[in-house]
């Protein structure tokens, strides 16, 4: 299978998820391959369909002080935080390839970051139950997800801590969930992480346990002419 990686760097919530949703109508119609895009964000907390809003407990006055914008998204979950050093994946892919089966592409992504964690650092990862969608280390989230499938074809995706600034996980309540804590890699390791090389092995993983073996490192211009 054919997967077109795009690598766009840092960018804003809001221009990512217009980029998303025009590649989805590519795919969905059969006009690009598979795809994922990579990036951080600059600071934003996204509320998703479930979400609420008083999971965000810095006021309006601290957001706008601190230049983070809030967004509200179509994908599952609730409240999450994207920023700067947070590697977020966005899979555009057609899921009649892959089974047409939710849980199990929610696990395949899950898969991706728990296989790079052990095998690139030796760092026991898992998944919980189904209450608790991500990746965790001990009882600490270290990669979100959150995804939407439209006529089988997926976007939004996932989010893993390399070197995010985990004091702004502080503004939100993760997930809705109280109890459980937010782990980086840099803060497991000790030391910031290179994100191109971190970059490279999500995408060595990603092929691996979703099955591609004919990778197309390309331009968001070569999909998106008008970009």
């Not at 109508?25 to 990579?38: A, C, E, F, M």
């Not at 991706?112 to 990862?125: P, Q, R, T």
């Not at 990669?143 to 801590?161: C, D, E, S």
């Amino acid at each position: 299978m054919k997967l077109n990686i795009i690598k766009l760097g840092k960018i804003e919530y809001d221009e990512a998820y217009k980029i998303q949703q025009e590649i989805v109508r590519l795919r969905q119609d059969g006009l690009v391959n598979d795809t994922i895009l990579l990036l951080e964000h600059f600071p934003v907390i996204t509320v998703g369909r479930s979400g609420d809003e008083d999971n965000i407990i810095i006021t309006q006055e601290m957001l706008n002080e601190n230049h983070v914008n809030v967004s509200h998204v179509n994908r599952g979950g609730d409240v999450t935080y994207h920023g700067p050093g947070q590697i977020v994946g966005y899979p555009i892919i057609d899921l009649s390839n892959h089974g047409k089966d939710l849980k199990l592409y929610v696990e395949k992504l899950e898969e991706v970051i728990i296989k790079l964690l052990k095998e690139e650092f030796n760092i026991e990862a898992y998944r919980k139950d189904k209450k608790y969608t991500g990746v965790w280390v001990d009882d600490n989230k270290i990669t979100a997800i959150g995804v939407l499938i439209k006529r089988w074809v997926t976007m939004h995706g996932f989010a893993f801590n390399v070197n995010t600034n985990l004091d702004h996980f502080n503004w939100i309540i993760p997930c809705g969930i109280q109890d459980k804590g937010v782990i980086s890699l840099k803060s497991i390791l000790g030391k910031e992480l290179d994100i191109n090389i971190i970059n490279d092995m999500v995408v060595k993983y990603f092929c691996e346990v979703f099955g591609y073996g004919d990778i197309n490192e390309c331009s968001l211009e070569s999909i998106l002419p008008h970009k």
